[in-house]
């Protein structure tokens, strides 16, 4: 019920065509298993299972191929399956979401389809915002509903119209409704940040608290976007880039210092700057004062030049 | 030395008069003790040494009392006590900050002075930051360097020019200087909300994430207010509100979402209307959709008029 209350709420629901094919990442856990269950009772005609096989947990791994197989099978739904095994290198986390959207775009190709419907919900976007906050990334940031992404030259639309679901919510849904799923006991194991941050640090923070610390959380990752929204509508209102392409001194210094700074890093990273951070910025925004230098060298070899009261980049 | 550095970066002290008077509120522990003498040795000339003995911990809150006293006795700077203990009601965390911004305004108003200097830092702010997202407090807000406030109606600013320095520079700031302070023990009791975090959460946080999550998380605050400032911005630039003071309606509507609804939050706000939450603005927005109600009721009585494509608050 309060699933169906969530999930029918403004958003990507909404305005989706049920007619279009999707694709669908079903790993045949709780999230991905609702989500399935869901689009079907929603009235979704074109549902492209897709399933890769981590083999990280030998043959409990094959025996949710197999399930994710056969719920497939029992909804008349094509089923693609991929196999990947982490050959190391990078974290196991990061490779194997980076398998996962490579096989996206071969069953994207394979189907002709661009839409791929993901699982996460509220729980994981407040993981990723309390991630993202301590390692430094710039403001708020979680995951977005929708995300474009291009992988081995496909470009497709990563969708995820759980976000607003607990975790608590799509597991009583299922078990409400006598609907199986697997269970991944990986996902208990205190191992990994994003199941240490789950098991061991949002309990506490609750406890400290005496509040439910992801709930805030998640809602705090649309205060980014939402702010990230403005930003961007004021670079652009700022005006600060005149019609040759170069950025505008004296309207720059018109503006409060945010603004002018956030003006200068879009100017920067729009000309393709490598290694875009704070101080690349300052170095640029330091060019606007009096008697700076009226040349700054930036990664990459370019170099940004003031001269009649502009700066270019070359 | 490291101390020294982060202090002489822009910020209030770059542009700081030292020649005007100052309340410097001294609880004799590392953070105001090191306040206190940075801005002995950068040369402040007329500070004013304020203590609130807040009874807490018995014979310990009189000698933290008696500590401070002397010190500004051995700095030949005046000295301010004042005496306040929990009369229960709302946490002692609120009573007592409340208690202190009281005795700032006797103070200042006994002095003829209005700039009262505090030692919050970095790891401050960091608690200040996560326990404002875990409440739900819009966006990221943290506390900030200069902060209007008016007490018994005494308008004054706080200033905490130590927010980019570690608590732990202080201490060995100090240390290194044979500079003595008061160890308040009850900071190592994890009791309070405030006391958890620094004690339990950011610790678990740090080893989890195999970083200084403090630290993220108070650099995260001036992302925060530099967002903040942006969002002020397009406001102002979106110019919604007509020269009759009444919301535009066609004007917001060409605006992006996220800035409509911060004109017509600003609005709203602006005009006083209490208990100003998501959902009243959600109401007003409302009001632009075609077909909408052209009357709404806010709390306190207020209500919302549309009429000739302007919304007008009576």
Redesign the interface.
């Known amino acids: 019920m309060k699933m169906a209350r969530m999930l029918e709420e403004p958003g990507w629901l909404r305005h989706a065509d049920k007619e279009a094919g999707y694709l669908v990442g079903v790993s045949g856990g709780a999230d991905s298993m609702a989500l399935l269950h869901f689009l079907m009772s929603a009235g979704f005609k074109r549902l492209v299972v897709c399933h890769l096989n981590h083999k990280s947990r030998g043959e409990e791994s094959d025996r949710d191929a197999d399930f994710v197989r056969g719920v497939a099978a029992g909804m008349g739904m094509p089923f693609e399956l991929g196999n990947w095994s982490h050959a190391g290198g990078s974290s196991f986390e990061n490779a194997a979401r980076e398998a996962r959207h490579r096989f996206f775009a071969e069953c994207a190709q394979g189907h002709g389809v661009r839409k791929v419907l993901l699982g996460h919900h509220a729980d994981d976007q407040a993981e990723t915002v309390?991630?993202n906050?301590?390692?430094?990334s710039?403001?708020?940031s979680g995951m977005t509903e929708s995300q474009r992404l291009t992988v081995s030259g496909v470009e497709m639309e990563l969708i995820r119209p759980l976000l607003g679901a607990r975790k608590s919510e799509l597991r009583a849904w299922l078990e409400a409704r006598g609907l199986p799923f697997r269970e991944d006991r990986t996902n208990l194991e205190p191992v990994t940040?994003r199941n240490?941050?789950r098991l061991?640090?949002f309990p506490?923070?609750d406890e400290?608290?005496g509040?439910d610390?992801a709930a805030?959380?998640a809602?705090?990752a649309s205060?980014?976007?939402?702010?990230q929204?403005?930003?961007t509508?004021?670079v652009e209102?700022a005006a600060a880039v005149d019609p040759q392409g170069r950025l505008h001194v004296r309207r720059l210094m018109e503006?409060?210092?945010?603004?002018r700074?956030?003006c200068v890093f879009d100017f920067l990273r729009n000309a393709g700057i490598p290694d875009l951070d704070r101080a690349a910025v300052d170095r640029v925004l330091a060019m606007l004062e009096p008697g700076a230098p009226s040349k700054v060298m930036l990664a990459g070899g370019r170099v940004v030049r003031r001269k009649e009261a502009r700066l270019r980049l070359d």
């Open positions: 309390l991630w906050l301590i390692r430094g710039y403001g708020l940040v240490r941050l061991e640090a506490l923070l400290i608290a509040r610390a805030a959380m809602r705090a205060d980014g976007r939402e702010l929204e403005i930003k509508w004021a209102h503006l409060p210092e945010p603004v700074r956030a």
